[in-house]
């Protein structure tokens, strides 16, 4: 069964693997998505 249980699967972080740095970090990831947002905003203000 795909999934399992709490815990399971891949570290997270540098104990990773496929650890990424820059671009494709969570912490990017969710600032283009909120810059995305904020443009999708102010377009419709326009």
Same mark, same amino acid.
């Given at each position: ?12 972080? &540098? ?27 102010? &377009?419709?203000?326009?």
């Amino acid at each position: 069964m795909h999934g399992g249980a709490r815990g399971s699967g891949a570290p997270t972080g &540098a104990a990773n693997g496929r650890y990424r740095t820059g671009r494709r970090t969570r912490e990017m990831q969710e600032l283009r998505q909120r810059v995305a947002r904020l443009l999708r905003e102010a &377009a419709e203000l326009v």
